[in-house]
């Protein structure tokens, strides 16, 4: 079973970056792909994107296109989430989990995230 | 903002049987498979099913979902203590703005 180990918390000021690390071990980190998935204080849990390490194939939520960025680095088994121009609405728990992504022969998609990272506080406050 | 719609809240006493919604669209639910994540406070969200129906290993079979149509459903039977969290359902979405989707989130509470 694949373990995600994600670095610690962030107090950044609106205007700046946030680059959040996942460090995966056990299984083959080329194998599947890396998701982001956030949760804001009190609030459910939000998409962000994914990567696929192997072809370094990334898919952002049109909410974030233009303003996030992952990124993989097959030598370390380490994916990385950046998120830019942060404002207080930015503000939240940042989870990295292991996606599968299965095309059923009946047609449709299957995708779900079998492991996750402990999540890492992101604040911005100025 | 979620596209798929679940009741804020549910309840029951130990031993009961507890069910939640999810109610999506063609696009996702319609077209794809649906997975659950049980979220306990302060914690990781955790696989709880996937494929429509599929326990991984290690969850208990008092959890089982179900899908018709657009709609899902997540029962939990025998309830327990520590069954109290926070429960999402999710899925691949076909439109140009997803491609994967969450619940609103059913907080579960064991009376």
């Known amino acids: 079973q694949v373990q995600l180990v994600q670095s610690g918390a962030e107090v950044k000021k609106p205007g700046s970056s946030v680059k959040v690390s996942c460090k995966a071990s056990?299984?083959?980190?080329?194998?599947?792909?890396i998701t982001w998935v956030r949760q804001a204080p009190g609030q459910g849990l939000e998409w962000m994107g994914r990567i696929i390490p192997t072809v370094d194939t990334t898919n952002y939520a049109q909410k974030f296109q233009g303003r996030v960025a992952f990124t993989a680095d097959k030598s370390t088994s380490t994916a990385y989430m950046e998120l830019s121009r942060l404002r207080s609405e930015d503000t939240a728990v940042y989870y990295c989990?292991?996606?599968?992504?299965?095309?059923?022969?009946?047609?449709?998609?299957?995708?779900?995230?079998?492991?996750w990272g402990q999540g890492t506080l992101v604040t911005v406050s100025s | 903002q979620s596209v798929l719609t679940q009741p804020p809240s549910a309840s029951g006493t130990p031993g009961q049987r507890v069910t939640i919604s999810c109610s999506g669209s063609?696009?996702?639910?319609?077209?794809?498979?649906v997975n659950w994540y049980q979220q306990l406070p302060g914690t990781a969200p955790k696989l709880l099913i996937y494929s429509n129906n599929q326990r991984p290993s290690g969850v208990p079979d008092r959890f089982s979902g179900s899908k018709s149509g657009t709609s899902a459903s997540l029962a939990i039977s025998g309830l327990q203590s520590e069954d109290e969290a926070d429960y999402y359902c999710?899925?691949?979405?076909?439109?140009?703005?997803?491609?994967?989707?969450f619940g609103t989130g059913t907080k579960v509470t064991v009376l």
């Open positions: 063609s696009s996702n639910i319609g077209s794809n498979t």
């Open positions: 056990g299984g083959t980190f080329t194998t599947y792909d």
């Open positions: 999710a899925a691949w979405d076909d439109s140009l703005n997803g491609l994967y989707v």
């Open positions: 989990a292991r996606g599968t992504l299965v095309i059923s022969i009946t047609g449709g998609t299957n995708y779900y995230f079998d492991s």
